[in-house]
């Protein structure tokens, strides 16, 4: 495979990171001690093609691959990873969604809006009850007529506050343990829907997280997306790409502490000289940039399969243990090179610290990626006996 970027592609890149560096950076700090989520900001994104990225044209999106858009998702991390974790689960969840199990209709009616960043897309899968078992969902829907009543609570739903519409995912039929779920897409400004109460978060506190409440909400039964039993199973394909966001996102903040950290050590003065002459720092920083640089081509595997229409339930799965893993490891060895200043909150690396531990939490932890990768290595063994 030759993952060298083209021309254009150097060029989104370059624009992403001048975005980044004069939209967001000068504001990171503020925006992390006030848990903001900058909605001018992100909607100038939108305009920019960030919010449709992987979106075809004629829905107002950006029509780029899913290399692009990797590159677009670290640029962001690097400088702020709450952003980019907003502007992932954007395109990723609520508007990928829409685009996989949607029919022309409503793909021509909610996709333009969400692309361009007129409107803010949630998901919602998540319950108090149920994160890694969405067997345990609580979230009913129940047909009335034309029109279907859903009741429930989702947490931990990234843009929720801020949505104009959301993706729910409920369940239409207990019994039927394959097919017992079902996706809604839900309009922020219906009557019964409303975000409830938003996190206080240890890190990417610009991402906006909050609760997402029905309470005899009522959808047209228009507004299913995909087939009626199948929200789950659309679910599932939707966190094979998703993961592969977030894999990307882990790039971005652990290339931020390595570049915090390899900076600082050339300007911190030690017994005489700058702290990167010494092999410990040098080896820290080797570690560092070696591991980040492994997690990139495991991301960029998955999203060259994904473009390919290959299938990406493994690749994407190991893609985002490994980067998450490695940008926990990455943050810690930031902290650890700027010594008593990575503790300050004067310095980058404590944000970094305490941002990327989310990474190997969300769309599945790390003990969940292992369980999906095992799943399929052993499945593939007896195929191929």
């Given at each position: 495979?030759?993952?060298?970027?083209?021309?254009?592609?150097?060029?989104?890149?370059?624009?992403?990171?001048?975005?980044?560096?004069?939209?967001?950076?000068?504001?990171?700090?503020?925006?992390?001690?006030?848990?903001?989520?900058p909605?001018?900001?992100?909607?100038?994104?939108?305009?920019?093609?960030?919010?449709?990225?992987?979106?075809?044209?004629?829905?107002?999106?950006?029509?780029?691959?899913?290399i692009?858009?990797?590159?677009?998702?670290?640029?962001?991390?690097?400088?702020?990873?709450?952003?980019?974790?907003?502007?992932?689960?954007?395109?990723?969840?609520?508007?990928?969604?829409?685009?996989?199990?949607?029919n022309?209709?409503?793909?021509?009616?909610?996709?333009?809006?969400?692309?361009?960043?007129?409107?803010?897309g949630?998901?919602?899968?998540?319950?108090?009850?149920?994160?890694?078992?969405?067997?345990?969902?609580?979230?009913v829907?129940?047909?009335?007529?034309s029109?279907?009543?859903?009741?429930?609570?989702?947490?931990?739903?990234?843009?929720?506050?801020?949505?104009n519409?959301?993706?729910?995912?409920?369940?239409?039929?207990?019994?039927?343990q394959?097919?017992?779920?079902?996706?809604?897409?839900?309009?922020?400004?219906?009557?019964?829907?409303?975000?409830?109460?938003?996190?206080?978060?240890?890190?990417m506190?610009?991402?906006?997280?909050?609760?997402?409440?029905?309470?005899?909400?009522?959808?047209?039964?228009?507004?299913?997306l995909?087939?009626?039993?199948?929200?789950?199973?659309?679910?599932?394909?939707?966190l094979?790409?998703?993961?592969?966001?977030?894999?990307?996102?882990s790039?971005?903040?652990?290339?931020?502490?390595?570049?915090?950290?390899?900076?600082?050590?050339?300007?911190?003065?030690?017994?005489?000289?700058?702290?990167?002459?010494?092999?410990?720092?040098?080896?820290?920083?080797?570690?560092?940039?070696?591991e980040?640089?492994?997690?990139?081509?495991?991301?960029?595997?998955?999203?060259?399969l994904?473009?390919?229409?290959?299938?990406?339930?493994?690749?994407?799965?190991?893609?985002?243990?490994?980067?998450?893993?490695?940008?926990?490891r990455?943050?810690?060895?930031?902290?650890?090179?700027?010594?008593?200043?990575?503790?300050i909150?004067?310095?980058?690396?404590?944000?970094?610290?305490?941002?990327?531990?989310?990474?190997?939490?969300?769309?599945?932890?790390?003990?969940?990626?292992r369980?999906?990768?095992?799943?399929?290595?052993?499945?593939?063994?007896?195929?191929?006996?």
């Amino acid at each position: 495979m030759d993952f060298r970027l083209t021309d254009e592609q150097k060029q989104i890149q370059q624009m992403v990171r001048e975005f980044a560096e004069s939209e967001i950076r000068p504001h990171v700090m503020e925006w992390d001690e006030k848990q903001h989520f900058p909605v001018e900001t992100f909607k100038r994104a939108g305009e920019l093609g960030m919010l449709g990225v992987i979106f075809p044209e004629e829905y107002g999106g950006a029509g780029l691959s899913y290399i692009d858009y990797i590159n677009v998702i670290e640029e962001l991390g690097v400088i702020d990873s709450g952003f980019a974790l907003s502007v992932a689960a954007h395109n990723s969840l609520g508007t990928g969604h829409i685009y996989l199990a949607g029919n022309d209709e409503q793909k021509k009616k909610w996709l333009p809006k969400l692309t361009t960043g007129e409107w803010i897309g949630a998901w919602g899968l998540t319950e108090p009850g149920s994160g890694s078992d969405a067997s345990g969902m609580n979230t009913v829907a129940v047909k009335d007529g034309s029109e279907w009543i859903l009741n429930g609570t989702k947490n931990f739903i990234t843009n929720a506050t801020y949505a104009n519409i959301a993706v729910v995912l409920a369940v239409t039929d207990r019994k039927d343990q394959k097919h017992g779920i079902t996706a809604f897409a839900v309009e922020m400004d219906r009557k019964g829907i409303r975000p409830g109460k938003k996190e206080n978060k240890l890190g990417m506190r610009v991402s906006d997280t909050a609760e997402l409440v029905m309470e005899d909400c009522r959808v047209p039964a228009k507004n299913i997306l995909g087939k009626i039993g199948y929200g789950f199973i659309d679910a599932m394909k939707i966190l094979d790409g998703g993961r592969i966001s977030i894999g990307a996102l882990s790039l971005g903040v652990a290339r931020g502490a390595y570049e915090a950290a390899r900076d600082y050590s050339k300007q911190r003065i030690a017994f005489g000289k700058p702290i990167s002459e010494f092999q410990a720092i040098q080896f820290m920083l080797a570690d560092m940039a070696t591991e980040i640089d492994a997690a990139r081509l495991l991301c960029y595997r998955a999203a060259t399969l994904k473009d390919a229409g290959e299938r990406v339930t493994q690749a994407s799965a190991m893609a985002k243990l490994y980067a998450s893993e490695v940008a926990v490891r990455a943050t810690e060895k930031g902290v650890q090179i700027f010594g008593g200043y990575g503790f300050i909150k004067d310095f980058p690396a404590e944000k970094y610290y305490r941002d990327v531990k989310l990474c190997t939490i969300g769309e599945g932890t790390s003990e969940i990626q292992r369980m999906v990768i095992a799943r399929n290595l052993l499945a593939d063994s007896k195929t191929n006996r």
